[in-house]
């Protein structure tokens, strides 16, 4: 716990700490928070700033946005670290902020990684935002939905922080270079194409750009002169594999393969097979993905093509077997497979219609026409009384009612007309045309 120390000065700072910025004018992006007019800026330049929790990915200025309210504001301001702090800290920093209100004087804690804390921590904080004694900023790069406390997050603004573009990231490299506190007292010879592929391998992310700058100016060739002049091979071995912003647990491992998903369904095989590259190149189980694949074959394939889900299960048989890295030949086999195929929804529909129906009438009886009767009593019970075995009959069909009464002539399974099921659609129409005339 740390009070209005918020960054030390350090003559040995990383790039990326030097060229922080200190005010809204410096700060890269977040045009939809901190853009003239917009709400963000206008709270911190009118010094009304209320508890709030910035959520969005690493290096996207959520912490620097806390340090220009620090700078702006007349409040005492705290930084606390989710990681270090227990609830004892906890406590004496609301004790601090209790007598701070006392004496009039307003108190931000500033909470970094507050998706970090558990209930009982994040409890401790909710009766001082509630009666005012604190002004509560969190960030995260979690969804606060999941993370955060339901009453703590009622009490709380919620900002989303958007990864950087490209854009905004070859700018930010260029003042670094120009500016004094960044390699403005020095020569450096860098292409704007070599600026453009570190932005583009930070990946939105401030920090790692800056961070990749300062090693490939800090590995570049000096001359007689003093200039420092950064190579393709220099910049090649530096940024030698981009490191895929994916998190097995947390919401982009959702977002990733309701891509991915949703890429197949809408009939995209290169779509598709880019999510699966990001997913497994990230480093997730090719086992879940596969999973995911036979799930696909029959919610969104089903009879259209049947060979789907024989497909999907063999792919993912494949990817236990061999294992990654070879079996993500399999997964791209599969997945394009579905991508391609003819779709329906029927399999999906027809259960949830059943299952609604299933939940409403739960002790509806079976028939006793389509129960076993295995024991003496059963059969003086009536079980099977009635029941017509189809094998027996030329048609292989009879009229026996196998739904119970209230649900008679109930239809859950509509066959749709893409691929294969259009066969099976006409002949469920054969079958039901059937029972209509031997009823």
């Known amino acids: 716990m740390e009070q209005l120390t918020f960054f030390q000065e350090s003559g040995t700072q990383p790039l990326a700490d030097r060229m922080r910025p200190e005010t809204l004018e410096e700060f890269s992006g977040?045009?939809?928070?901190?853009?003239?007019?917009?709400?963000?800026?206008r709270l911190i330049e009118n010094d009304r700033v209320s508890s709030m929790i910035f959520w969005g990915p690493p290096g996207v200025g959520k912490t620097t946005l806390a340090q220009i309210i620090a700078n702006r504001t007349q409040a005492s301001f705290i930084n606390f670290s989710a990681v270090t702090s227990g609830i004892r800290e906890?406590?004496?920093?609301?004790q601090q902020a209790d007598n701070n209100r006392r004496f009039g004087e307003k108190t931000i804690v500033?909470?970094?990684?507050?998706?970090?804390?558990?209930?009982?921590?994040?409890?401790?904080?909710?009766?001082?935002?509630?009666?005012?004694?604190?002004?509560?900023?969190?960030?995260?790069?979690?969804?606060?939905?999941?993370?955060?406390?339901?009453?703590l997050l009622s009490r709380c603004r919620v900002f989303v922080l958007k990864a950087l573009q490209t854009g905004d990231l070859v700018s930010l490299l260029k003042r670094a270079l120009q500016a004094p506190r960044g390699f403005g007292g020095q020569k450096i010879r860098i292409s704007d194409e070599m600026l453009t592929i570190i932005a583009n391998f930070a990946n939105g992310d401030a920090r790692s750009a800056l961070s990749t700058l300062e090693m490939v100016i800090l590995n570049g060739d000096i001359d007689a002169e003093g200039t420092t002049t950064v190579t393709e091979d220099i910049l090649e071995q530096c940024t030698s594999r981009k490191s895929l912003l994916y998190d097995k647990k947390g919401e982009e491992h959702y977002n990733l393969i309701s891509a991915l998903h949703k890429s197949m369904r809408n009939s995209d095989p290169d779509a598709a097979?880019?999510?699966?590259?990001?997913?497994?190149?990230?480093?997730?189980?090719?086992?879940?993905?596969?999973?995911?694949?036979?799930?696909?074959?029959?919610?969104?394939v089903g009879m259209a093509d049947p060979r789907a889900l024989e497909i999907a299960v063999a792919a993912y048989q494949a990817s236990?077997?061999?294992?990654?890295?070879?079996?993500?030949?399999?997964?791209?086999?599969?997945?394009v497979y579905m991508s391609l195929a003819p779709k329906s929804n029927a399999m999906e529909a027809a259960y949830l219609s059943a299952r609604?129906?299933?939940?409403?009438?739960?002790a509806e009886p079976?028939?006793?026409?389509?129960?076993?009767?295995?024991?003496?009593?059963m059969k003086n019970l009536d079980y099977g009384k009635g029941y017509q075995y189809a094998h027996d009959y030329e048609e292989k069909i009879t009229s026996m009612q196998c739904l119970p009464d209230s649900l008679k002539d109930r239809e859950y399974y509509r066959p749709g007309t893409q691929g294969l099921e259009a066969r099976y659609k006409k002949r469920l129409e054969e079958i039901k045309d059937w029972k209509k005339q031997h009823s």
């Open 30 to 41: 977040q045009e939809h928070l901190i853009g003239r007019g917009r709400v963000l800026r």
């Open 110 to 151: 500033f909470i970094d990684e507050i998706h970090r804390f558990n209930k009982a921590q994040q409890d401790a904080f909710l009766p001082f935002v509630e009666k005012g004694s604190i002004i509560l900023i969190g960030a995260t790069t979690e969804n606060p939905s999941f993370e955060i406390n339901s009453a």
């Open 320 to 335: 236990h077997f061999i294992g990654m890295p070879e079996c993500n030949v399999n997964l791209t086999q599969a997945v």
């Open 90 to 94: 906890i406590r004496n920093v609301m």
């Open 366 to 377: 079976v028939p006793l026409n389509i129960r076993n009767a295995p024991t003496k009593l």
């Open 273 to 300: 097979v880019y999510w699966l590259a990001r997913m497994l190149e990230a480093g997730e189980d090719p086992l879940y993905v596969a999973r995911r694949i036979i799930r696909f074959a029959s919610e969104d």
């Open 356 to 362: 609604k129906d299933a939940l409403a009438q739960i």
